[in-house]
Structure formats: structure tokens, C-alpha cells
């Protein structure tokens, strides 16, 4: 397990340098940082000089190195927008987008895991055909819609739940609900499969010729093999909620993350859109680290291979 566990963590800090390398690529390519801070309406001498203040004039292997180097110390540049340093406005945003995301996502776990299961019991059934038509609804719902639905309904009408804001916890049921949705119909369906195909093996079969109970051949012997892709894009889905958050957040005015990135490609934040990214995709990487290790300690043949 240790030796798996050091390969994993080992390949994923090389594809962690290589999407720092991509990342400080393209947010040069997206633009000139030194207009970007002098401002549009900046002479070319106030540019010029904004670009040696800020070693822009240097190769650009050396502001990499510069660049990685404060990442590494936890400096993650200064908004010249907001002036403030975009450590500090992340550190303000983060919680409001974490908080959200893992509230979306217990919500589609909730949803999908059950209705996976209970699907793959009854194939071919009313449940299961109406559990694929609860993923496919939610698979063909746009998120903005589907917000601005629950917005008018629970709103507007009913005035059951507050439609802005992040200061309670009920702000944040019905942008969880829209977000949890959106992931529910893929995990939903890959547990259906996985449980079917679980359901089908030898050593299923053997147990239930052994006189062992439905409950306890589900939930102790099939689940926990069927369940392990669901891990994998369990973890998927909570960095694509951490990064897709950006269309919640604004419908509800959330100030989180998401909306934080809307706002810094409006006013061309370059580093606060470079950090952004960063942050993104290290919340990827670490969470597919996890997923595999956990992975392999459900099912040690992963870790053999």
C-alpha cells in the first residue's frame, strides 16, 4: 500500500508542475500583465515601466521560477484590481464555495447512491425506469434554469428560503440543491451499473446459494465492489462543483469562488485569475490522489496491479 501510495503521490506532483507550467503560460498568453496593472489608458513610458517594476521585462523561464517560488511560500500575487493581496480575498471566498460544494454533493449523494441501488435491484422495473428518468431530467436541466426555477418556486411564490446571499444556512439549501442535481444523474448511473454487474458475478451467487440474506449480500458484499468507481468520480464531481460553482453563485449572488473568478475575467485580474486556476487544479489533483488511494484500499487488487 505504501509503495502504491508513493507512485500515486509521486505522478501527481509531476502533473502538478506541468499544470503550473500551463497555467503561467496562459494567463501570459491571455494578455500583457503590465497593461493590465498600468491600465488601458496608460502611456507606453508608464507601461514600460510598470513591466521593469514588476520584473514582466525578464525571460520568462525566470518569472516562472520567481512565480512558483512565492506559490511555494504561499504568496499568490496582488490584485492591483482589488488591491489586496489574492491570498487574502481567497481565504475570504474559499469557505462560502466549500461549504457549498460539500453541501451539494452530500445532497447528490443522498439522491444518486439509493436510487443507484435500488435501480439495479428492481432492473428493467417502474423504479428503475423512473430513477433514469429522474438522471435524465437532471442531466438535461441547464444549472442556470434550474435555479432560476427553484428561485421562482421556493422564492418568489413560496417564500420558503432566501434566493441571495451567504450569511445562513438556509442560503445555501437551494444553491446546493441546483448544484447537488447536476452531478446526481452521474454517480446515479454508474453506481446502477456497477451493481448490476456486481449482482451478476459468481461470487454473488454463491452467497445467496449459501442462504445469506438480500440486505446483507447488497449491502456487505456487493456494494463495497461496486462502489469503487463511484469513488473515483465522487471525487471528480466535488472539483467540478469547487470549479463549476461560477453559474450557482452568481444566480444566488453567493461570494464564493466561482463568482470571485467571473468577476476577475470581467476586470482582467490576471493574477487573481492565474491563482484561481492554480487553486482548481490542485483541488483536482488532491482529490483524484485520494480517490485512487482510497481505491486501493478498497480493493487491493488495484494496488497489486
Same mark, same amino acid.
Given at each position: 500500500?505504501?509503495?502504491?501510495?508513493?507512485?500515486?503521490?509521486?505522478?501527481?506532483?509531476?502533473?502538478? &508542475?506541468?499544470?503550473?507550467?500551463?497555467?503561467?503560460?496562459?494567463?501570459?498568453?491571455?494578455?500583457?500583465?503590465?497593461?493590465?496593472?498600468?491600465?488601458?489608458?496608460?502611456?507606453?513610458?508608464?507601461?514600460?515601466?510598470?513591466?521593469?517594476?514588476?520584473?514582466?521585462?525578464?525571460?520568462?523561464?525566470?518569472?516562472?521560477?520567481?512565480?512558483?517560488?512565492?506559490?511555494?511560500?504561499?504568496?499568490?500575487?496582488?490584485?492591483?484590481?482589488?488591491?489586496?493581496?489574492?491570498?487574502?480575498?481567497?481565504?475570504?471566498?474559499?469557505?462560502?464555495?466549500? %461549504?457549498?460544494?460539500?453541501?451539494?454533493?452530500?445532497?447528490?449523494?443522498?439522491?444518486?447512491?439509493?436510487?443507484?441501488?435500488?435501480?439495479?435491484?428492481? %432492473?428493467?422495473?417502474?423504479?428503475?425506469?423512473?430513477?433514469? +428518468?429522474?438522471?435524465?431530467?437532471?442531466?438535461?436541466?441547464?444549472?442556470?434554469?434550474?435555479?432560476?426555477?427553484?428561485?421562482? &418556486?421556493?422564492?418568489?411564490?413560496?417564500?420558503?428560503?432566501?434566493?441571495?446571499?451567504?450569511?445562513?444556512?438556509?442560503?445555501?439549501?437551494?444553491?446546493?440543491?441546483?448544484?447537488?442535481?447536476?452531478?446526481?444523474?452521474?454517480?446515479?448511473?454508474?453506481?446502477?451499473?456497477?451493481?448490476?454487474?456486481?449482482?451478476?458475478?459468481?461470487?454473488?451467487?454463491?452467497?445467496?446459494?449459501?442462504?445469506?440474506?438480500?440486505?446483507?449480500?447488497?449491502?456487505?458484499?456487493?456494494?463495497?465492489?461496486?462502489?469503487?468507481?463511484?469513488?473515483?468520480?465522487?471525487?471528480?464531481?466535488?472539483?467540478?462543483?469547487?470549479?463549476?460553482?461560477?453559474?450557482?453563485? +452568481?444566480?444566488?449572488?453567493?461570494?464564493?469562488?466561482? %463568482?470571485?473568478?467571473?468577476?476577475?475575467?470581467?476586470?482582467?485580474?490576471?493574477?487573481?485569475?492565474?491563482?484561481?486556476?492554480?487553486?482548481?487544479?490542485?483541488?483536482?489533483?488532491?482529490?483524484?490522489?485520494?480517490?485512487?488511494?482510497?481505491?486501493?484500499?478498497?480493493?487491493?487488487?488495484?494496488?497489486?496491479?
Amino acid at each position: 500500500m505504501l509503495t502504491y501510495t508513493s507512485r500515486r503521490l509521486g505522478l501527481t506532483l509531476l502533473v502538478l &508542475v506541468t499544470v503550473s507550467i500551463i497555467t503561467f503560460a496562459l494567463m501570459r498568453l491571455a494578455g500583457d500583465p503590465a497593461v493590465a496593472i498600468a491600465g488601458a489608458e496608460a502611456s507606453a513610458e508608464e507601461i514600460a515601466r510598470v513591466r521593469a517594476d514588476y520584473g514582466f521585462d525578464r525571460p520568462l523561464v525566470l518569472q516562472y521560477a520567481g512565480w512558483l517560488k512565492d506559490v511555494a511560500q504561499g504568496d499568490l500575487g496582488f490584485s492591483n484590481i482589488l488591491q489586496r493581496p489574492v491570498v487574502d480575498v481567497v481565504a475570504e471566498r474559499l469557505p462560502v464555495t466549500l %461549504r457549498l460544494a460539500l453541501a451539494a454533493l452530500a445532497i447528490a449523494l443522498v439522491l444518486a447512491i439509493p436510487l443507484g441501488i435500488l435501480a439495479a435491484i428492481r %432492473r428493467n422495473s417502474s423504479v428503475d425506469r423512473l430513477a433514469l +428518468s429522474f438522471a435524465v431530467v437532471g442531466q438535461a436541466l441547464p444549472n442556470f434554469f434550474f435555479s432560476l426555477l427553484m428561485i421562482l &418556486v421556493f422564492g418568489v411564490y413560496l417564500r420558503w428560503l432566501p434566493i441571495s446571499g451567504d450569511a445562513t444556512w438556509q442560503h445555501y439549501v437551494l444553491p446546493a440543491i441546483a448544484l447537488g442535481y447536476a452531478s446526481t444523474p452521474a454517480i446515479m448511473r454508474l453506481t446502477r451499473a456497477g451493481m448490476i454487474e456486481v449482482l451478476d458475478s459468481d461470487y454473488i451467487r454463491t452467497a445467496r446459494a449459501m442462504g445469506l440474506g438480500t440486505r446483507r449480500v447488497i449491502f456487505r458484499h456487493a456494494l463495497r465492489n461496486a462502489l469503487i468507481p463511484v469513488v473515483s468520480l465522487t471525487a471528480v464531481q466535488l472539483g467540478f462543483m469547487l470549479s463549476g460553482s461560477i453559474i450557482v453563485e +452568481s444566480v444566488f449572488s453567493m461570494n464564493g469562488l466561482g %463568482r470571485l473568478g467571473w468577476q476577475s475575467i470581467q476586470r482582467t485580474d490576471l493574477e487573481m485569475m492565474q491563482a484561481l486556476v492554480l487553486i482548481v487544479s490542485v483541488s483536482y489533483l488532491a482529490l483524484t490522489f485520494l480517490a485512487d488511494v482510497l481505491n486501493a484500499w478498497l480493493d487491493p487488487r488495484i494496488r497489486v496491479s
